[in-house]
Nanobody, 118 residues
Framework: QVQFVESGGGLVQPGGSLRLSCEAS????????MAWYRQAPGKQRESVAT???????NYSGSVKGRFTISRDNAKNTVYLQMNSLKSDDTAVYYC????????????WGRGTQVTVSS
């Protein structure tokens, strides 16, 4: 069955950078559009970046110009390079298929915690 394993989170100061990775298994990865989502304490999970099966990225307004999504189909892995981090970026980050509605997703990995704090 499908499995997503996220990694790369941590504690970083405002203005710093992190690179998240998500390895997928149990699917033909290259066929799927993928996305990074995040959930901050007390808030709903939201999409921050998507990438089509062909590699076309798209970003939410809150991260555009700071985050870069990419994928390596040979490694079944999607990445999120996060620069100029802000305290508002503090959240648990997850990868998953690109869903038109997040509520349709019935499986989530454990995610990786990103904390931006001085």
């Amino acid at each position: 069955q499908v499995q997503f394993v996220e990694s790369g989170g941590g504690l970083v100061q405002p203005g710093g950078s992190l690179r998240l990775s998500c390895e997928a298994s149990g699917i033909i990865f290259r066929n799927y559009a993928m996305a990074w989502y995040r959930q901050a304490p007390g808030k709903q999970r939201e999409s921050v970046a998507t990438i089509s099966s062909g590699g076309t990225p798209n970003y939410s307004g809150s991260v555009k110009g700071r985050f870069t999504i990419s994928r390596d189909n040979a490694k079944n892995t999607v990445y999120l390079q996060m620069n100029s981090l802000k305290s508002d970026d503090t959240a648990v980050y997850y990868c998953n298929y690109e869903w038109t509605s997040i509520s349709k997703a019935d499986y989530w990995g454990r995610g990786t915690q990103v904390t931006v704090s001085s």
